[in-house]
Every structure is written in C-alpha cells, then in structure tokens.
C-alpha cells in the first residue's frame, strides 16, 4: 500500500449519500486523481491518503484510497490555501493572504485560542473575527463527529443529518442511547438504530431498546394498514423482533403512555394500543365529523319538485334510493352514499350537484388518485381534483403531507363531494376535515365492498358500521347496466353467488388455463393481439392485475416478462439498472409510496412549462421518457403530462407496472384487464379482491387460470383483519 500526501486542488464529483468522492490531489508537482470514501472534506484541505494506483478503462490512472487522514497546513502557503479556498465564508483569496501576512505559522493558534485578534487585519471586524473562528471551530467538530459515526457504520449523509440534530451532543446520545436517533431523525429506523446499539455493546434488554422496539412493530402495523394492535398481538410481535420476554415489553407500556408516546383504550374485550399520533387523528376525525353532522329544515315537496325539473333537464330517472339520496344530501351537512357499480352512484352526484347549482352554491368534486379525479370530471362534466390539490399541498416538511388548506385556511366552498371514498385512509380523512367549516356539507361516496385503503385506517367502513352518520345504500342495478356481466357478476361475486364461465358474454370471459407458463403466453397473446382491436385501445392501456407479488404469477416476475415482450431492448432506449429492476425508456411504471416534495410540471410541445406543482402519489401510473446519465436523472410523464424528473437515488421510489397487485388498482378504472389466476394464500385469495379486480374494468374482463380457484374465492370472506378505532371513536365522540 502506498502513502501520497499533498492538498485537495479540487472536487470534482461527491455523492452526498456514501460519501463517494473524486476529487484532485496536488502533491509536489504532480496532479492526481483520487478516489475513495472522504467524510467531510474540502478543497484546499490538506491529506495523507493510503491506498493504490489504478488503471480506470475511461479515465486513465487514479489513486484508489483506502483511508485518509487530514494533517494541519504546515507552512504558510498550505494555510494560505486552505483559508483562501472558499471552505469558510467570508474569506476570498485577497483577504485569505492578509491574514497569513499578518500571523504567518500561527494563524491557526491565533483562530482557535486569540480569534479577537483576527480583528487586526484590514477588513475583518471584530464580530467577523468570531464568525471566522466559530467556522473554523465548527468543521473541525464536524469533521470529528464525521469519523466518530462512521466508525458505527453511519453513512455520510446521515452522519451529516445527526450531527446537524444534536451537535456535541452526539457522543452522549450514541454512547448511551442510539434509539433517538429514530425517534428524532427522518430515515433512521429501528433496525438503523439497532444495529448501532450492538456496535456500540448496549444490552438486547436495555428499556431504551425495549421501548423503541415497541415504537417501531406498531409503525410497521400502520403499513399493514392497521391504526393501533391489541395489547397481547403487539406483545407478541415485539417479542419476536427484540427476542425479550412478555414481562419486560409489559412493564414498559406504563412507561410509554406516561410520555405520551402510546395511548391505551380499552376495548370491549382488549387492550387497544396506539401510536399516539394515529389514536388523535382518529379521535379528531370522529369529533370534526359529528360537527359537519348538522341537519337543514325542507321540505319534501320543494326538493321532489327541483328534482323533477332536473329529470326534464335532463332525461335522467331518479329511483326511490337514488331520491332518497338528494333529499339526504339537501338536509344534512354530512352524508355517506355507497353501493356498487351500476347502482347510479354518478346519476345520484350528477343530480345532487345541479340541484345545488341551482341554489348557487359553490362545488369542489375530489378523489384520492389523479385518474379518480379525471374519471369523476369525465362522468359529471365539472372540474374534479386530487384531494391532495383541493387542499392546496405545499411539500411538508420531513417527508410528511403539508396543506396551505387547513382549519385557519378552510375551503371556500358550499359543497364537497369526494368519490372513491374506500380509499381514503385515515391521515388524508383528517386533512381534508381540518379544511371543511361547520356549514359547508360533505358528501363521501364509495363502496364499502372493495378493498380497503392502502394506508392505515378503515374510514368508509368504520363510518358506515357507526351508524352515527347518515348513510343511503343504492342496490338497484339500473337497466342498461344490467346488459353489462362485467356489472352483473362483480355483483354475483358480492353476493357469493355462482359465475356462470361459459364465455357466451360480450365483456366477461374465462380462459381455463392450468399452467404458468401456458397463462402467461396467453396473457401476452390478449395484450399484443387480441384486446387492443376489441377494446380500441393500446397495449399500454391493458392492465394486468394479480393478487400476488411473489410467485409464478406474481407481480415481479409477470413484469420482467412483459417488459421483455412489450417493450424488448433495442439501441434506441437507454436503459438503467437499479437493484433488481432494469428501467428502459418506454417503460411503464408505477409510484409506489407518496412523495410530497417531488417537483413536477406540464410542458408545452415546445418543452414551454405552463404548470408547476408538487407531490407524486403511491398508485401513480406513468412512462419512462428519458434516461440521462451524464445528468444522472430518469424523466417520467405521468396522467395529464406531468413531467417528473427522479434523481437516480429515488428510483427506488418507482417500480414496473406492465403487472400490478390488486391492490394498487383501487380507484382506477381500465378499458381492460386480464386477470391471471392459479392458486394462492387463503388471506389474499377471497372475495374482496375479486370484486375489486373485476370493477376495475370499463369495456372486457378476461381471467386466464383454473376456474376452481375462481369459486373458492367467491366463496372466501376471510380477509385480512383490519384493526382500526374511527367506529369507536365515532361512538365515543
């Protein structure tokens, strides 16, 4: 192994996560580039490097170190650099060399023992003699506290972003209890956490790790979708992680509601236990939904009579459910309509909002995903939004959801509407109550037979199952729906009843299939060849949906296939390897988590931006435009055009949607989709998510497997328990 020492002349690349540099060294006469792992440095620095020459294919011989230590500028000159290389603010080259004129060898002893004296100098005042030394000061502590973390496997950044939170301090908190960093840290988790207390050699029993262990299983339950566990599931889930026994997790709950950390209520016949902040959201939201509950004197005959003026309008025939409906919209400021498709849940909103237009009162229509919004604005012919844009989104702070509409900046409006309420999930419900006044009237619609949300919470469920709302169930299947089997048997599937798969139907086939391979080639067929002419559309606008992520069938596997067949390698698209996943430009993708401070903006032909905005959504759909490697960035146009620019380090973020779970398609509706289905888990493979996939489809469902597993899952109602309190707390409230 061979040393160079010398000066940092110049950073050429850093990346901020790993601390990867490349950067040049000037030692003696020569220039050399070096690369390796450099915690905190700066050009004009000077070190000794440890390590070997290399022979790079592209840009030729480099210095490969493998540890580095900083040494203190020894003469004049060296100092005279480091001051004057812009590493502290303030100090140009001019004002670098007076310094050092004045203090020659003893510049440093004078910045960190005499920093008054910098006063001295021409151009230095005696409040930026302080600034001088406290910058000094500073990345010195910097730099140690640097090296100190990583010695505990913390990488740069975060190393960064710990020292920035707690200062000197960090020496306590990591000695003695590292599980602070992942309550006060974004991006450190338990595990992160964890692994630093082993290193450091804090005990697998201590309380800090017991309690932070606690505070980790139930935000993994949230991911699940659950809003608290009861006491004896949470016990046991911590047991299993910590490896501790049932009394020492026990004896810590006091410990923690005292803090405020957990909540405890008691249940009919458990222990419910929450993160705090979810048992508020869902207390909050239960009390802000029992003030819009407010009713309005009018008479039936004026409502029956705007109605019929409506159905002239209109040539739309209202029934009993579907009046009764209007009638509950007009005299309450809170209602809940609900039932499946074909039921006249638009017919209803469409009526519900001309009726208050000609009141004159002012309308906001809203859904959780962007192709909900676009669906909703196609059907009643008014502008609909996200609900993330209706509240006005602004980015947040520390990865969390910000709203500028909130309950100091409520909505101005008279009437809100919001469709495809099952997907609502509790933290977004919470939002969107903070902004509606007392006064305004709320009118949730959705069906409770889909699948619930994918974020925590069951709030159309818990609502409906209060019953301390008000509620109309449509369940008439309207004629010309009732032409469709798509319609018709998603609601044999609700009911439990037999599918006939004869495949006399003009939208509803099954292709019995019992191979794997056999479907997928099948499926490939339908997409390239069949569907497109029947459903006119494209093969991209073919959704394959699959109950599972793992396994022959399964959404990872289905997508490297599809990609292969649907948009096959050629030199004409770049392409990008991240983890397991190769990205190729044409690709379809899909979001998978919210990211509220994505940038993203719609272009004009001409690449003119003609509207800005924020937020990328879990559920998002879009196509790979560009990948650039010198810019290190990959372009995504979503619904609607908007252009996404992901730095490379958020590829994470994004995943291929040629196949996607059930799951993932609440809310959206496709021309067509094709269902493979072979066997599967019991939990997964039920009822809920049959339903759910089949009324994803618009104009042809095509299911391509084995018919028995079709019949178990009609016949299969068990589906993953949800814990969720909103029904209690509704009662409570």
């Given at each position: 192994m061979e040393k160079l020492a010398g000066y940092v002349e110049h950073i050429i690349y850093r990346n901020a996560d790993n601390g990867y540099t490349v950067l040049n060294l000037v030692s003696g006469e020569e220039e050399i580039t070096c690369v390796g792992i450099f915690s905190a440095i700066a050009e004009g620095e000077n070190i000794e490097a440890s390590g070997d020459y290399t022979d790079h294919p592209t840009y030729g011989k480099q210095f490969k170190v493998e540890s580095f230590e900083e040494k203190a500028p020894e003469d004049e000159e060296a100092i005279e650099r480091y001051l004057g290389s812009g590493a502290i603010r303030g100090i140009g080259l001019a004002l670098a060399a007076r310094i050092v004129r004045r203090f020659k060898a003893d510049t440093f002893r004078i910045i960190e023992e005499e920093p008054e004296r910098l006063a001295e100098v021409k151009g230095i005042s005696e409040r930026k003699a302080m600034e001088i030394a406290d910058q000094v000061n500073e990345k010195r502590d910097l730099r140690q506290a640097m090296i100190f973390l990583q010695q505990y496997g913390i990488t740069m950044n975060l190393a960064v972003k710990v020292y920035q939170q707690y200062g000197q301090e960090v020496y306590g908190i990591i000695r003695e209890n590292p599980y602070r960093l992942a309550d006060d840290i974004e991006g450190v988790g338990f595990r992160t956490a964890d692994e630093i207390a082993v290193r450091v050699g804090i005990r697998m029993d201590s309380d800090f790790r017991i309690r932070s262990g606690i505070l980790y299983v139930l935000l993994q339950a949230s991911t699940e979708g659950h809003t608290?566990?009861?006491?004896?599931?949470?016990?046991?889930?911590?047991?299993?992680?910590?490896?501790?026994?049932?009394?020492?997790?026990?004896?810590?709950?006091?410990?923690?509601?005292?803090?405020?950390?957990?909540?405890?209520?008691?249940?009919?016949?458990?222990?419910?236990?929450?993160?705090?902040?979810?048992?508020?959201?869902?207390?909050?939201?239960?009390?802000?939904?029992?003030?819009?509950?407010?009713?309005?004197?009018?008479?039936?005959?004026?409502?029956?009579?705007?109605?019929?003026?409506?159905?002239?309008?209109?040539?739309?025939?209202?029934?009993?459910?579907?009046?009764?409906?209007?009638?509950?919209?007009?005299?309450?400021?809170?209602?809940?309509?609900?039932?499946?498709?074909?039921?006249?849940?638009?017919?209803?909103?469409?009526?519900?909002?001309?009726?208050?237009?000609?009141?004159?009162?002012?309308?906001?229509?809203a859904a959780p995903t962007g192709r909900a919004a676009k669906r909703m604005s196609e059907t009643t012919g008014f502008e609909a939004r996200t609900i993330h844009r209706m509240l006005e989104l602004n980015g947040g702070v520390d990865g969390a959801a910000g709203f500028e509409r909130n309950e100091q900046n409520p909505l101005e409006t008279d009437v809100v509407i919001i469709d495809e309420m099952s997907m609502v999930d509790i933290s977004l419900m919470h939002a969107l109550l903070k902004a509606v006044a007392v006064g305004t009237r709320l009118i949730l619609v959705g069906d409770v037979n889909q699948l619930p949300s994918v974020g925590p919470g069951s709030v159309l469920r818990d609502i409906i199952r209060s019953h301390e709302c008000n509620v109309v169930m449509l369940t008439k299947i309207f004629r010309q729906a009732s032409t469709s089997d798509i319609i018709v048997n998603a609601h044999k599937i609700n009911q439990g009843e037999e599918v006939t798969l004869d495949n006399k139907s003009m939208d509803f086939f099954f292709l019995k299939r019992y191979d794997a391979d056999v479907i997928i080639s099948v499926v490939l067929q339908l997409i390239k060849q069949k569907l497109p002419k029947f459903v006119d559309a494209t093969p991209y606008d073919i959704q394959v949906l699959t109950p599972m992520r793992k396994g022959l069938l399964g959404v990872e596997r289905l997508n490297g296939i599809l990609q292969r067949y649907l948009n096959p390698p050629s030199p004409q698209k770049r392409e990008k390897e991240h983890g397991d996943i190769l990205f190729r430009e044409g690709d379809k993708i899909m979001q998978t988590r919210n990211n509220y401070q994505l940038e993203w903006e719609i272009r004009t032909k001409y690449g003119l931006s003609v509207d800005k905005g924020t937020g990328v959504f879990n559920g998002d759909m879009g196509i790979v435009r560009e990948i650039n490697d010198f810019a290190e960035t990959m372009t995504v146009e979503f619904d609607e055009g908007r252009m996404v620019e992901y730095p490379y380090k958020l590829l994470d973020e994004l995943e291929l949607a040629y196949a996607i779970t059930i799951h993932k398609s609440q809310g959206s509706e496709y021309p067509a989709v094709v269902i493979p289905l072979l066997s599967g888990p019991s939990m997964l493979m039920n009822r809920n998510l049959l339903y759910t996939a089949v009324t994803r489809a618009r104009k042809c469902v095509t299911l391509v497997g084995n018919e028995v597993t079709f019949e178990q899952m009609v016949q299969n109602t068990s589906q993953q328990k949800r814990y969720s309190g909103l029904c209690d707390r509704l009662k409570e409230a």
């Open positions: 608290y566990l009861p006491e004896e599931e949470l016990t046991r889930r911590t047991g299993q992680l910590l490896e501790v026994g049932e009394e020492q997790i026990e004896k810590q709950y006091m410990d923690l509601a005292i803090e405020r950390k957990i909540i405890m209520k008691q249940g009919e016949n458990q222990t419910q236990i929450y993160a705090a902040s979810f048992y508020y959201m869902e207390a909050n939201t239960a009390t802000m939904l029992k003030q819009l509950n407010v009713s309005y004197d009018v008479p039936d005959l004026e409502i029956e009579e705007r109605v019929r003026r409506i159905e002239k309008q209109t040539g739309m025939e209202l029934d009993e459910h579907q009046m009764t409906a209007v009638k509950e919209a007009v005299r309450n400021g809170l209602l809940i309509i609900t039932g499946g498709p074909g039921t006249g849940k638009t017919t209803t909103i469409n009526t519900i909002i001309k009726y208050f237009e000609m009141e004159g009162l002012d309308i906001f229509l």
